[in-house]
């Protein structure tokens, strides 16, 4: 089995790999940081790191991972490992609260390796109201949940 090493990288880089690799979701808008998984000097792996997308957790001390995405070739434990270096670099930052969510549909095995609880179940809605029309994604009308880790 092979190593993964961590680095750091564009976000540039990052939504490229998850436009390529991501099951359900497209590439983050923006972000604060992102983190590359490699294999043998291959990509496998990136998180994404940015302001919480629900405003009522936006309070400077708290980031969300807001994509994480591995490709076939991971090794195991790949996700554990990338979510575990974006909750030491936030850290590091010095922000105390660190969430992500994953679909209902999903194990949380790689979240619940990291360290993070499950705190909350997450209703599906849509982005778009008549006041603010915004374009709609599958994965929007899919459940949701909320996991954190805080210091």
């Known amino acids: 089995m092979s190593a993964i090493e961590l680095r750091p990288c564009t976000l540039a880089q990052a939504k490229a790999f998850v436009a390529e690799h ?58 554990s490992r990338l979510y575990g270096a974006c909750w030491r670099a936030w850290r590091a930052m010095g922000g105390r609260r660190l969430v992500t969510y994953t679909l209902v549909t999903e194990t949380g095995a790689a979240v619940r390796g990291a360290g993070f609880k499950l705190v909350a179940q997450v209703r599906p809605s849509q982005w778009s109201t008549p006041s603010r029309p915004r374009s ?15 210091a």
């Open 22 to 79: 991501h099951r359900h979701c497209a590439p983050a808008r923006w972000g604060r940081f992102a983190i590359a998984a490699l294999s043998d000097d291959c990509l496998v792996g990136v998180a994404v790191v940015g302001n919480p997308v629900a405003r009522g957790l936006a309070d400077g001390l708290t980031a969300e991972v807001t994509r994480l995405c591995v490709s076939a070739e991971a090794p195991r434990n790949t996700c």
């Open 136 to 150: 709609s994604h599958p994965v929007y009308s899919l459940a949701k949940q909320r996991w954190e880790l805080s």
